[in-house]
């Protein structure tokens, strides 16, 4: 597996400061992602993706999709890289067997401006364990919601499409939990829907390779600005690094867009590293700073998190904001 720190990955002094051609970067990397898929390889993954057909996207998805499938038989499609097998039954750390199930499959307006309408699909079962989830017990089970038919949810997709929504959104949970299933939703989707990927990026380096040029747009949470508030609000370890390693090539290789909750207590520990972090190594790339953290779930666990976010933090993140110069959006 990929595992390279922020600085070692490759373009990243290239992109440093030009966040304004990332739209140009994207296409040029989506068109070399399907060219590269006619290209002969040896072994591995990257075997599974060579075909000789036309490079459209949902050709291109659809063996993809047969390639995350496989993988399931030693998983390592979340960073936790379990290695467990899941064709036999749930496994790992998301408790996830080999078949999808979706909790919630509707047009949403709640989301950015420049993706609303958007009709998403929420997965269900995620790799995280976020004390403070929004959508609890689904996002946590990936035996709650209902069994995923594909060809039903393609056409619920479809007519919300042709009444006026601008995207299809794939989310969860975690949607890399089920990548198979995602993939196998793109190939059934018209080639010219504008996709995106509402992901924690905790995804593997399999996992990116297998995204690559699926998504025009990665929507991306980064909850944490330190391990040590990781690992006690969702156990898991290593998070900064991991997401930081997936931005940086979403950033490459789709259009991005970050998302931060600001959750109280957790200003200056979190919101402020982020800000750092992304006005260092993303200058320009798209933040969405949210402010409408809600005690849900098992946030109760935690005594900074049983209320919501005061005035004067929404005060002074926006003032960090600023300081950074961050090309804030709603």
Not at 32 to 53: I, K, P, Y
Not at 219 to 227: C, E, Q, S, T, W
């Amino acid at each position: 597996m990929i595992r390279l720190m922020m600085s070692e990955l490759p373009g990243v002094i290239a992109f440093k400061g030009t966040a304004t051609s990332f739209g140009v970067r994207r296409e040029a990397k989506r068109h070399a992602a399907l060219d590269a898929a006619d290209e002969n390889s040896e072994s591995g993954v990257a075997a599974a993706l060579c075909h000789r057909s036309p490079k459209s996207r949902s050709f291109l998805a659809r063996e993809r999709a047969a390639a995350a499938r496989a993988a399931l038989a030693e998983c390592r499609l979340c960073a936790h890289e379990c290695g467990v097998n899941r064709l036999v039954g749930p496994a790992g750390l998301c408790h996830a067997g080999a078949e999808a199930r979706f909790f919630s499959a509707q047009v949403e307006v709640s989301d950015e401006l420049e993706l609303i309408p958007t009709f998403a699909i929420a997965l269900s079962g995620c790799d995280l364990r976020c004390d403070f989830c929004i959508t609890g017990a689904p996002s946590w089970n990936p035996r709650l919601g209902e069994p995923l038919r594909l060809e039903n949810l393609v056409e619920r997709a479809d007519a919300a499409l042709a009444k006026g929504a601008r995207t299809v959104m794939i989310l969860g949970g975690e949607p890399t939990v089920h990548l198979h299933t995602a993939l196998e939703i793109v190939a059934a989707l018209p080639d010219d829907v504008k996709l995106v990927w509402k992901t924690n990026a905790h995804g593997s380096a399999t996992a990116r390779e297998l995204l690559d040029g699926m998504f025009d747009v990665w929507l991306a949470d980064y909850k944490f600005g330190n391990d040590a508030c990781a690992q006690r609000l969702a156990k898991v370890s290593d998070y900064v690094r991991v997401v930081r390693e997936n931005l940086l090539w979403a950033n490459e290789h789709s259009e991005l867009i970050v998302r931060h909750l600001l959750m109280p207590g957790h200003i200056d520990c979190c919101w402020r590293p982020v800000a750092e972090g992304l006005a260092e190594n993303l200058p320009g790339v798209k933040v969405n700073l949210r402010s409408g953290f809600w005690p849900a779930w098992h946030a109760a666990r935690h005594s900074e998190l049983r209320g919501t976010v005061s005035k004067t933090e929404s005060e002074h993140a926006a003032q960090i904001a600023r300081d950074h110069n961050l090309n804030l959006v709603k």
